[in-house]
């Protein structure tokens, strides 16, 4: 438990999954929203005191949508939003000053609600029950857009629709229905309708997809360059099926059929007999577990999802999700002969058979049979160049292994291209890495840099990045968890890091590579990023990097050349990559260090 202020919360960097403030006053409902963005963290805020955010002179809307609309009526509305319950009359729901004072409220929480939006996250606005427990009674709600399998957000209500004229293009963000039950609405063996599944004419929607980042990023490139810039586009694509390394679905046993189901709509609607874009072993073994689970009520009892995480060259874990279950040694056994009965399934390889992995996993209760809590992935190059990861259960890893496998030439190909600028023999080509998860980068790039320091948070992650520069032999590079704005802001401050290898190394860095959440690069870590010669930018929602860009980074680098990263095809969902270089180089790079 923290107790203290937000900003010295921040600070610390504890990593956290939801955010809930009640009565939030002013500006501090924006900076916890703000802080949960910043994390990747659902949040759930009853804002409180609306007058306090007109306060500063140069406050105004924070989405693009109503700065651009209604921009000179935001004062009003925000005092008009800052309703006081008159001498204790609970019956205040029924005035005519109150259903104002509410359409103001639910204008300024819409606003905030877009600016979420714009950053990746779907958004809804609720009231509490009954009204009439506070004056201030609105409830928003924030779910990063890739984490709404398995998020029910209530129905929109009446207030909203008054200021809601457009809503996002994600799926999941489109007004929903109330869902009672996890019973399936929708006819069997479909996807859900976020997914575009048509194989024939999976070329045509990747370039579309590549047309409409270029769109984003065209204002910025001169005129006579745009042609060769959009040639020049890096196009990293997915195979058209079979392409999946990790797949999550709900269960449903009814009627004595056990079924998978994916989220659409709020719920969990979309029965999955056939999933064509997962990985050859995750589609072989899909049915048969699927048929087993079904006629075990022991393994069936409580199971509520299941994950798979799988590997190129066919290894595979498989999770099971129970809800309130003690997993003990009868688990095991019922596990292990399941285990058993899904290994004579999978093919032989030319070196050896796969691995083949059960987990169970309930409240405070994780077994594992067979193997790890991880897979052992192997990354070919263009080069020749072979990468082992780890890569941990229930961790992030990318799970288009051959587009991973493409967008990590293209970073190698631009790493090549920093060294060769490095012509000042004096200046050592060190990289400072932010996001680095399990390594991932970090190890395909260590050959191309004097020294990498690579910043993570999360403390699997680290150990699994720790783990892959062991194993390929890397020593190079130094992983380093704390969060990137604590260690940003203390780069800001002494312009100098000192190395953890031997406490006597000081590092200067010429060239950084971030690969931010879907929020894009807080405020510290973009002034840090613009004062840097080389950026690499990998981006997961091109709509945050061009805020990054439009409002900081245009004004010093320039777009060098870019790719995209087809990680999840058929769905509107587009990874990139920019290159950016100073317009203007210092003479020396820019440095940092931390203590």
Known sequence: MYCG?????????????LGIGLHCCGLLTDWVQQLCISRGAHYIICPCCYGQITNPSDATWRSEKLRTEMNQHFKLIGSAADFTVPAEDWSFPSTPSFHIAKKCMTAIDYDRSLWAQSL????????????????????????PAQDTTGIWLPQKNNLITEFAKAQSTHPDCKPQKSIKTNKPVKSTNELPNFYSYTPENYHQLLQQKVIKVFESVKEFIPGPQQKQFFDDICICESPPKHFRLRCRFQLELERGELNYLMWENGGPNVVIKDFPIASPTIYLLMPHLRDYLQ???????????????STLHGDCLISLIYQNRQLDDNWDMGASELRDHLFKLLPDRAE????????GRSKNNCRNIGCGVFVNEVLQLKDGTSIRYRQIESSFSNPNGIVNQRALDWICGIAL????????????????????????????????????????????????????????????????QVHSETFCRKILATRKYRSMKDGKQTLEFHSVLVDPPRAGLDATTLSLVAEYSAIIYISCNPNAFLENYKTVLSKTHTIVAMAVFDQFAYTEHVECGYYLTKRELSPEPKSGEIN
């Open 5 to 17: 202020l937000l900003q010295d919360f921040a600070e610390v960097g504890t990593p956290f999954s």
């Open 120 to 143: 990746g996250y779907c958004t809804d606005i609720g009231s509490l029950n009954p009204l009439n427990c506070s004056p201030k009674n609105n409830i928003i709600i924030g779910v």
């Open 352 to 359: 050896s058979k796969p691995i083949m992995g059960i987990i």
């Open 295 to 309: 006629n075990s009520p022991f393994l069936c009892g409580a199971l509520k999802a299941v994950n798979f995480l």
């Open 417 to 480: 291209r920093i060294k060769s600028s490095m012509t000042d023999p004096s200046l050592q080509n060190n990289l400072l890495e932010l996001y680095c998860g399990n390594g991932n980068h970090t190890c395909a790039l260590a050959r191309f840099f004097h020294e990498i320091v690579a910043v993570e948070l999360d403390t699997k992650l680290c150990q699994a990045a720790t783990h892959n520069l062991e194993i390929n032999g890397i020593s190079n590079a130094e992983i380093v």
